[in-house]
């Protein structure tokens, strides 16, 4: 084959309509994720864009939405336990997982119910 994938470039997780400031609250308010400026063509569509190092997750409005409760992007955390006592202070529930060997990993819901991992390798 003359072509290979490199990289994820985003993952885009979907939201209701006008939820906006709300994915802004979670993301970048307690995720500390960078939200980043939308091409101007696709700023009616609505939603946001959140970016930390060289990836970005995309919450675009979907009309009839239906939250993703098994399909889900995973993100690797250095310090999960500090990002746990974040979520509790910041009142964010999240369930713990152990049924990865090697991994320190939990799940998170966004505001809209979509599911979120995030894991740190255990060395």
Known sequence: MT??????????????KGSED??????????????????????????AWFQFGSVQIHVGVEEGFVPAKKAHPAFEVENIEELKKHLSV?????????????????????????????LERVR
Do not use: C, W
Not at 7 to 16: G, K
Not at 91 to 115: A, H, I, Q
């Open 90 to 118: 910041s009142g964010v529930e999240y369930l713990e997982d152990d049924k990865l060997p090697g991994t320190n990993r939990m799940y998170v819901s966004d505001p809209f119910g979509n599911r979120i991992e995030l």
């Open 3 to 16: 072509f290979k994938f490199k990289a994820i470039d985003h993952v885009q997780l979907a939201a209701p």
């Open 22 to 47: 709300e994915a802004r609250k979670f993301f970048s308010g307690i995720l500390g994720f960078e939200e980043i400026e939308k091409p101007a063509e696709l700023k009616k569509r609505g939603g």
